[in-house]
C-alpha cells in the first residue's frame, strides 16, 4: 500500500511542479498582458490659459481634462487604442471644442510600448508604464501632440494613499521641442514638464501633475516693412489627478498588486515547491516499502 501511495504521490508532484513552471513560462506571460477590451477615463483638473488672437488678449479657464482610452481591436500582442481628448470649461460646464482631439495608437500588451509604424505613437514611446517598473530603467514616453518622445527617469520614492510609489518625472530639454511651421501655422515650441507618482508592481499611475506650454512668434498687427514679430504663448496649461481618479487608480493598483504577487510569485512557486515536496515523499514511501520487502526473517528469509 505504501508503495503505491508513494508512486501516486511522485507523479502528483510531478504535474504539480511542471504546473508551476508552465505557468512561469507560458500562461504568466498572457495574463500579463492589457485586456483586449480596456475602457478607461482619467480626469485631471486645474487651469488653460488660451491666446485670443482677435483681442490680443489672454483668457484663463478652470478646467476638467478627460482622458478617453478605448479599446478598438486586439491580436494577442498588440492593442489598438483610441484616445479621445477633451477639456471642460467649468464655469460653464460646455466642453471647449479647439481643445478636442483625438488619437490612434497601438501598443505592445505586455510592454506598453507603441508599435513602430502603427498609429499616432511615437515609436519606441510608452503608453503607459508595464508591469513590475524598474526604478534603475528610464522609460520614454509618448505625450499627444509632442513631435518626439519625453525620458521618464525615477526621481524618489515615497507612500501614498496607502502604497509605497516610484516617483518619474520627465520634461522637454532647455530649448524646448520644437513644431516646424505649416502652411497656416507658425513654428511651435513645446515646454513641459510631467511628474507621476507610479505603484511599481502593478505599473499603475496613482498621480500625475504636468504642465505644459505652446508658444511661437506672429505677426505684429498693422504688418510693417520689414515684418516685426512678437512671442505669444498660444496655450498653456497646469493639471493633476482628481482626487475621484487618484481614489480609482488607487484602488486598482491595490487590487492589481495582490493578484500580480499572488499570480506571478505565490501560486508558482507554491506549486513547484510543493511538487517537489510530494514527489520526495512519495519516492521515500516507495522506497522504504521497497527495503522491507527485502529485509530477510527471522530465519534468514525475505519478506513474500
Known amino acids: 500500500m505504501k508503495k503505491k501511495v508513494g508512486i501516486a504521490l511522485s507523479v502528483v508532484g510531478i504535474v504539480l511542479a511542471a504546473f508551476g513552471i508552465v505557468w512561469i513560462t507560458v500562461l504568466w506571460p498572457g495574463l500579463a498582458r492589457i485586456p483586449a477590451n480596456l475602457d478607461q477615463e482619467t480626469l485631471q483638473q ?71 509604424d502603427l498609429g499616432d505613437g511615437i515609436d519606441g514611446g510608452h503608453y503607459s508604464f508595464p508591469f513590475n517598473v524598474d526604478k534603475d530603467k528610464v522609460y520614454p514616453f509618448w505625450n499627444e501632440g509632442n513631435p518626439a518622445n519625453l525620458d521618464c527617469a525615477y526621481v524618489d520614492e ?5 502604497l509605497h510609489v516610484y516617483i518619474f518625472e520627465m520634461s522637454t530639454p532647455d530649448e524646448g521641442l520644437i513644431i516646424p511651421a505649416g502652411s497656416d501655422t507658425p513654428q511651435m515650441r513645446i515646454d513641459q514638464t510631467i511628474k507621476q507618482y507610479v ?61 500580480i504577487v499572488f499570480a506571478k510569485n505565490v501560486l508558482p512557486w507554491l506549486c513547484i515547491g510543493g511538487g517537489i515536496v510530494l514527489f520526495a515523499v512519495g519516492i521515500f514511501l516507495a522506497r522504504s516499502k521497497a527495503r522491507a520487502l527485502e529485509r530477510p526473517d527471522s530465519k534468514g528469509n525475505s519478506s513474500p
Open 46 to 116: 486645474g487651469t488653460v490659459t488660451l491666446y485670443d488672437a482677435e483681442h490680443d488678449a489672454y483668457v484663463t479657464l478652470d478646467v476638467i481634462n478627460s482622458r478617453h482610452y478605448v479599446a478598438r481591436e486586439a491580436t494577442k500582442d498588440i492593442l489598438y487604442l483610441d484616445e479621445t481628448i477633451t477639456f471642460t470649461n467649468t464655469a460653464t460646464d460646455q466642453e471647449i471644442p479647439s481643445l478636442r482631439g483625438n488619437y490612434s495608437f497601438a501598443v505592445d500588451r505586455v510592454t506598453r510600448v507603441n508599435v513602430d
Open 199 to 259: 505603484e511599481p508592481v502593478s505599473g499603475v499611475t496613482v498621480y500625475f501633475e504636468s504642465t505644459t506650454k505652446r508658444s511661437g512668434e506672429i505677426p505684429v498687427y498693422p504688418i510693417t516693412d520689414p515684418v516685426t514679430y512678437k512671442t505669444v504663448t498660444f496655450y498653456e496649461d497646469d493639471l493633476k489627478f482628481t482626487d475621484e481618479t487618484i481614489a480609482d487608480l488607487v484602488s486598482q493598483a491595490k487590487s492589481a498588486k495582490s493578484q
Open 158 to 162: 515615497t507612500d501614498f494613499e496607502g
